[in-house]
């Protein structure tokens, strides 16, 4: 496993040792004594999820204010655009946002730490989406940031018709939101 920075430093691209010929493919989707070695982080999981969604659906940008998630997202069938926003306001990229394009084929995984907002927008007919947590989910502690808010300024691939949720339709605005220290 390789772990690549991107341009939020704590945020990372996971690339797993793929094994393919003829026949397939086979990878190991996680191992944790590679994970803390490729990322230095010894991130103790205690939640699976796993989504699928139809072209167009757009989820997020979701966190919890108490018992904050981290997670590790990987897609098992189709394309999304996975985004993450930095929340915490003692950091040096608060506000600023990352994308990358995660899919089946590309086999490619991304940490997000506790302290981001989260979301995804499906590419092809439909994605399964699956992804680790590092807490257990929190209702009552969820929150919404709005997917469209300019002073983020997050570049989505597509401009189609996106399909939300009543919840990700009434996120707020970063200047509104739940902050982390």
Known sequence: ????????????I??????????????????????????GLDARFVQDNHSKSN???????????????GKLVRVGMGEVYDVVVDLRKSSQTFGQWVGVLLSADNKKQL???????????????????????????NPEHERCI???????????????????SAKDRSGVLLAQAELFA
């Open 1 to 12: 496993m390789q772990a690549i920075p991107t341009s939020i430093p704590d945020v990372l």
């Open 14 to 39: 996971l690339e797993p040792k793929v094994f393919g010929d003829a026949r397939g493919f086979f990878y190991e989707s996680f191992n944790a004594k590679a994970f803390q070695e490729a990322t």
């Open 146 to 164: 709005a997917w469209n808010d300019p002073s983020i300024g997050i570049q989505w691939p597509i401009e189609a018709d996106r399909q939300l």
């Open 111 to 137: 940490w997000i730490p506790p302290g981001f907002a989260h979301g995804f927008l499906v590419l092809t007919e439909s994605a399964e989406f699956l992804y680790k947590t590092t807490d257990y989910y």
């Open 55 to 69: 072209k167009g659906v757009l989820r997020g940008l979701h966190y919890q204010i108490q018992n904050p998630q």
